[in-house]
């Protein structure tokens, strides 16, 4: 899933969230230059800015010239094709009374957050493994690359957005082998109601309300009516089924299994059936309120969820080896791909496999 925080937004972002909250919009901004490091005096530069290190500094020089390339957002990739067919599904689904559409659209923001925006904003325990240098790239005591698009959900929802989607690279210690890679890519949806706005869109009359002083159990958390639940994950279900079935196909088959991520609460993972095996797809929930209240969505209600750009991909188009993904100046590689409907069926056929590790 995604988060980010108000410091790192570059001007053209900051401007746009400002004045365009509901438009679709494809970001370019500062962080599409040719990256950089230079160790000096202590320092680090990297994407046009400063940063000093420390004690916690992990950044490999040989990941730096990955950084920022944005494989999503090349014609042709085949991350792009998938990011596309996802943006039309929403873009198809999701219209407002004057026939746009609700979500926004946001695939350029810098992958340099705070610690604060990659953990705390997303509720992460203190002594979570993912905060452990051996999981994530630090920059600092202060910044890091962000280990998930989902570092940038609060600053979004502060600006004022209720329906919106983020596509990025996100940056993890793994050790690289056929299916991991240090760098891949991530999308993420949010979607947040009002109390009327959500029964009304079901047709629901009647004194019904989102928020109760309750307990918090297996179905809910203390401050939600089961009544709102239910509505928020009957919605989020059939949405991310529907996704699936338009990417693979209406006969696939699908299943829920509960999970747990400290950012949203019920939380449930979305498995296929692909090739005789259950394969997950997305992890997905109700988003905890405590999160949208200190984003000072507080009398709102929602829903997220986060997948793995590489990991569809792989199986849409038969690609067995994630760092593929990296032969993008290969053209036996991407002219594979060069279709004008992203939704084309295209089965990769490996020609001279050649892997190229960081």
């Not at 920059?139 to 989902?150: C, D, G, K, P």
């Not at 047709?203 to 009544?227: A, M, R, S, V, W």
Request: hydrophobic share 35%; with cysteine; glycine share 6%.
């Amino acid at each position: 899933m995604l988060f980010f925080g108000t410091k790192m937004i570059c001007p053209v972002l900051h401007a746009t969230l400002k004045h365009s909250l509901r438009r679709f919009q494809l970001i370019r901004c500062c962080y599409c230059t040719s990256p950089k490091l230079s160790e000096k005096n202590g320092t680090i530069e990297l994407l046009g800015k400063t940063y000093k290190t420390d004690h916690v500094t992990n950044i490999r020089s040989s990941l730096i010239p990955k950084i920022g390339i944005g494989l999503h957002n090349m014609k042709h990739h085949p991350l792009n094709l998938l990011k596309r067919q996802i943006v039309d599904y929403f873009y198809k689904n999701f219209i407002n009374r004057q026939k746009n559409p609700v979500f926004s659209v946001y695939d350029s923001i810098s992958p340099v957050v705070t610690l604060h925006q990659n953990f705390d904003s997303l509720l992460v325990p203190e002594d979570h493994v993912s905060r452990k240098l051996s999981e994530s790239f630090y920059l600092n005591s202060e910044y890091m690359l962000r280990a998930h698009t989902s570092s940038h959900q609060s600053d979004l929802i502060r600006t004022g957005l209720n329906a919106f989607l983020v596509f990025g690279d996100v940056y993890r210690r793994d050790t690289i082998d056929s299916s991991h890679y240090p760098i891949f890519h991530q999308a993420e949806g949010v979607r947040l109601y009002r109390g009327q706005e959500l029964f009304s869109k079901m047709n629901i009359t009647g004194d019904y309300q989102i928020f109760e002083n309750g307990e918090k159990n297996e179905t809910k958390q203390p401050l939600h009516t089961k009544e709102a639940v239910m509505i928020l994950e009957h919605e989020l279900k059939s949405t991310l089924e529907n996704l699936a079935f338009e990417l693979f196909g209406k006969d696939v088959e699908t299943q829920w299994v509960d999970a747990y991520f400290p950012f949203t609460h019920p939380s449930w993972e979305l498995e296929i059936k692909f090739q005789g095996e259950w394969l997950e797809v997305l992890g997905c929930g109700i988003m905890e309120q405590e999160l949208l209240t200190a984003a000072g969505a507080g009398d709102q209600i929602g829903w997220a969820f986060g997948l793995g750009l590489e990991r569809l991909a792989m199986r849409l188009y038969s690609i067995p080896d994630i760092r593929q993904f990296w032969r993008y100046n290969d053209s036996g590689f991407m002219s594979q791909f060069d279709v004008k409907d992203p939704s084309t069926p295209i089965k990769y056929k490996v020609n001279n496999l050649c892997h190229s590790l960081l």
